[in-house]
Each structure stands twice: as structure tokens, then as C-alpha cells.
């Protein structure tokens, strides 16, 4: 039930300084989840730092939108900065949610409120009561500080990608008395505030964990796709589904927290390194032909194809390189793939044939140019440099390949078959990127139309 008449409702707000839950219900007529009213409920019990991790889509960020409403509907003077790690989350999903339930608002509440892009003004002190959406940025990390009043509220959202430098800088104004502090996440990281609010420090936090699949707000055929495609024991379904921090078990390549922190990581504005390209062509009516796009340490685009012939990827191949002069492009050339490449050499075009099943360019260290390829990928994510498109497959595919060392001592990356007899298909995507390390730009001769490249992996020149 919704505020009927002025008096009801301004009458009422007075009590709903201590009730958000009411608040949300009757001011904004929404119907919390089980989960976000257990979270409402703790802030009517007077809990002031609280942390919730969970799988996807429980409807965290709704719940951070409506306290901000709340908090600042009921006290005068508020002051409620909001950050997330990228402009993304916070620009388009948080603050979509805050506009998305501002104009749920019943009156004359709504109206003494301006949303603007990224604020929240209260009418009657647009200066001094208002809040801001501020992108947390390691290499600005002002995001939450410079903000004082007798209301603070601090609202985090993603907070495990968020930059710790962000929370260093802010760390007293986080602990101002009764000051709320709401962190928000999925568990993507084993170090940083949010992971210790879960577990060395605990006692100061209120905790919640809200698995996705205990959540009305997400379809059933969520979990069971993300088992059915990853297993239920990959650290992406402990993260995405069941709100649990990623293990990074010994025999994993890639551990979660490199994608993630790859995926938050914005791209280098004034790198205009090579563009090169990476593309697994599939049999048709089978996997998926992935064509993927890196510039230096960036990750511009994944376009995934269906049921295309070889002809057909060739042709979509050759009209994009015309356009954007790609410096190399990689392909898988085992199987079908050998006839894209052949056709697109006809063409002219920069061509590198990558065949994973050779012999490693270091062959001491690992067991074919495969394994070395993926522990390219693995050392290029360490750098603390990539940044990757938010692609869930991707980053799935990325950290569910395992790896063992040969009784000599190399490193072997599993082949898709003992990858199949898991229950996982092949990891198209992984695959166009590993490609993409197969040799440096800067290493091969001056690259002329139409030339074949097979120069083996040249450690010394990086990529
Ligand atoms: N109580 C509710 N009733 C109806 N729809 C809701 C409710 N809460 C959230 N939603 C909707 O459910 C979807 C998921 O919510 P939200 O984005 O807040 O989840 P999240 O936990 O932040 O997800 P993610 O893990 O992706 O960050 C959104 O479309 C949101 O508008
Ligand atoms: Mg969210």
C-alpha cells in the first residue's frame, strides 16, 4: 500500500526515521525480498556497518537505492556518498535503480527530491543535503572522502572490486559515530575491506550472505545453467550463484580475483598499441567461432558466432579487417579453422596460423605451445595491466582451466577432452585470447599482405 494523502504520509515519515522496511513499503511500494527486508530490518535494529555478499541479481543494488531514499527522506541534512569501481556500475545500475524508485516516490516526498546523474538533492539545502555517486579509482581514491554532517551514510557498492586506496583515504570518515556504512558485493577477492568484514574483522560488522538461489528475484534456471556449465564446485558458481568467496584451489590457471580485478580495470586511454585479433572457428552447428579484439593490454570486443560456414567467417573476418587493419590476426588452424586461414591469406591478410598442439617455444618449462600459451595468459593478467569486457563466458571459460606439472617438471595445461569428461565445453573465448600471445607484434619482420607467419613464441620480446 502506497501514501494516499499528503498528511498520511508526512505524518508517517516521522516514524520512518527508525523504520526503513515501512518505508519501502508504503513510500516507495515496493515488495522486498526476504533477504533485502532482513537487511532492512538490522538497519531498524540500529545495526550501522553492514556487509552483504551474495550470487547475482539478488537485488543488492535496489536495496542500497532504497536506503538512500530512505535516509535521505528522514534526516534533515543528510549527506550519502555513493561509490562503485567502475562508472558502469554505478552510473547505469545503481543509480538507474535510484531514478527507477525516485519516481516510485509517492508525493509530495518525490518532489522534494532532483535526481541528476549523479546526485540526489533534497530541496530544501541542495548543498548540504544531497547524494553523490563518486567511481572509486585506485588511481584517485577520493571517491568517499571530503564528506562530513551529522547523517553520513556510505554506500558501496561491488565493494569487493573496490580499490583499497579508496578506503585507506576514507578511513576515518568511515568511522565517524553513527555514521551507516553498507557494503555490497559478489566475494570476488580474498584480500581488501569487504573480505575482512567477512572475516578478521568480523565482530564489527553485520554480515549477511544471500546465495541467488534462496533469492524470488533470480529464475531457478540460473543455478542450473551456471552448474550445468561450469560444475558447482568452479570458484564462478561459488561467486555468481552461492555468494561464497572463490577458493583459487592450487590446480586452477587463472584465479577469479585476476579477472575481476581485469574486468573492473579501466583501459589505458592513450595506449594505441597493435590491434591484433584471436579466432577459434567452430565446426558448424557446433561450438561457438569467437573473434576477439586486443589493443596492448586491452580487450576491445568478443563477438561470438553461431552456424556460420567457414566461408561465411572468412567473409565477416575479412570485412572487419579491411576496415580496422588489424597488424596480426591469430587462428587456431587444428580442424576447421585451417580453411578460414587459408582464405583469408588469399585475401592478403596479416594471417598467423597457431597450431597449439606444437612444441612449446620454451619446451623446458612446458608441455606444448598450448600450456604455454595459457600460462602467457595467466602472466599477462598478473601484470596488473589487462583490462577485459564485463563477459561473463570469459570469465568462466578463464578460470575453470586446471593445470598439473609433468613428472619432469613441466607445466601442462588439460586438453579439451579431459576438460569434456569434466562436463565442460570448450573454452572458445579462452582460446581466441591465449591465441592472441602467440607471438609479440614487435617480434615478426615487417608484416606484408598475404605473408604466412610461423615464427615460434619469442619470450625475450613480450607481446
Ligand atoms: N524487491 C524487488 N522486487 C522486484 N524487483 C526487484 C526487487 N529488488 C530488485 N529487483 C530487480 O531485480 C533485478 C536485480 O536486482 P539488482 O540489480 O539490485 O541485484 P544485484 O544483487 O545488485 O545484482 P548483481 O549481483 O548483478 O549486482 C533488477 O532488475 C531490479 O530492478
Ligand atoms: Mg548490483
Request: one cysteine or more; hydrophobic letters at 40%.
Amino acid at each position: 500500500m502506497k501514501c494516499r494523502t499528503d498528511e498520511v504520509c508526512l505524518k508517517e515519515l516521522v516514524g520512518m526515521v527508525r523504520t526503513p522496511l515501512r518505508f519501502v513499503e508504503l513510500v516507495l511500494g515496493a515488495k522486498p525480498s526476504k533477504q533485502q527486508s532482513s537487511v532492512l530490518k538490522a538497519l531498524e535494529d540500529g545495526e550501522r556497518r553492514i556487509a552483504i555478499r551474495s550470487g547475482h541479481g539478488v537485488g543488492k543494488s535496489t536495496l542500497l537505492a532504497w536506503v538512500l531514499l530512505w535516509w535521505i527522506s528522514t534526516r534533515p541534512g543528510a549527506v550519502i556518498p555513493c561509490t562503485a569501481p567502475t562508472a558502469h556500475q554505478l552510473e547505469d545500475i545503481l543509480w538507474g535503480e535510484v531514478v527507477r524508485w525516485h519516481k516510485a516516490m509517492g508525493e509530495p516526498l518525490r518532489s522534494l527530491l532532483t535526481v541528476t546523474k549523479n546526485s540526489v538533492r533534497h530541496k530544501s539545502a541542495p548543498q548540504g543535503w544531497f547524494a553523490a555517486a563518486r567511481t572509486s579509482r585506485r588511481d584517485n581514491p577520493e571517491a568517499l572522502q571530503g564528506f562530513h554532517g551529522e547523517h553520513l551514510a556510505f554506500l558501496i557498492d561491488e565493494a569487493s572490486g573496490v580499490a583499497e586506496e579508496v578506503f585507506e583515504v576514507a578511513e576515518g570518515a568511515l568511522s565517524t559515530p553513527g555514521a551507516l556504512v553498507i557494503l555490497a558485493g559478489n566475494p570476488t577477492r580474498l584480500d581488501g575491506t569487504f573480505y575482512r568484514a567477512f572475516h578478521g574483522e568480523r565482530e564489527h560488522w553485520a554480515t549477511f550472505h544471500f546465495p541467488s538461489h534462496k533469492s524470488p528475484l533470480v529464475s531457478t534456471e540460473y543455478a542450473k545453467h551456471m552448474a550445468a556449465r561450469y560444475g558447482e564446485s568452479s570458484d564462478i558458481y561459488r561467486v555468481r550463484v552461492e555468494g561464497e568467496f572463490p577458493l583459487c584451489e592450487a590446480d586452477t590457471l587463472i584465479a577469479l580475483p585476476l579477472v575481476e580485478a581485469a574486468i573492473e580495470r579501466a583501459p589505458h586511454k592513450k595506449e594505441v598499441p597493435p590491434l591484433v585479433y584471436g579466432v577459434d572457428v567452430a565446426r558448424f552447428g557446433d561450438d561457438e567461432t569467437v573473434i576477439l579484439k586486443r589493443r596492448g593490454d586491452h580487450v576491445l570486443s568478443i563477438e561470438a558466432l553461431r552456424d556460420l560456414d567457414t566461408m561465411a567467417v572468412a567473409g565477416l573476418i575479412a570485412a572487419s579487417a579491411r576496415a580496422e587493419k588489424p597488424s596480426l590476426i591469430f587462428i587456431d588452424v587444428i580442424g576447421v579453422g585451417a580453411g578460414v586461414a587459408d582464405r583469408l591469406l588469399e585475401l592478403g591478410l596479416p594471417i598467423y596460423q597457431v597450431n597449439v598442439a606444437r612444441r612449446a617455444a620454451e619446451p623446458e618449462r612446458f608441455d606444448d605451445l598450448r600450456s604455454e600459451l595459457w600460462w602467457r595468459t595467466r602472466e599477462w593478467l598478473e601484470s596488473g595491466a589487462p583490462s577485459l569486457p564485463p563477459d561473463e563466458e570469459l570469465a568462466a571459460q578463464l578460470t575453470t582451466i586446471k593445470y598439473s606439472l609433468t613428472s619432469n617438471g613441466r607445466v601442462r595445461v588439460e586438453s579439451k577432452q579431459e576438460r569434456k569428461k569434466r562436463g565442460l565445453k570448450s573454452p572458445d573465448r579462452g582460446d581466441a585470447l591465449m591465441m592472441t600471445f602467440a607471438s609479440p607484434v614487435s617480434a615478426l619482420p615487417r608484416i606484408e599482405a598475404g605473408r604466412e607467419f610461423h615464427k615460434p613464441f619469442d619470450r625475450e620480446l613480450g607481446y
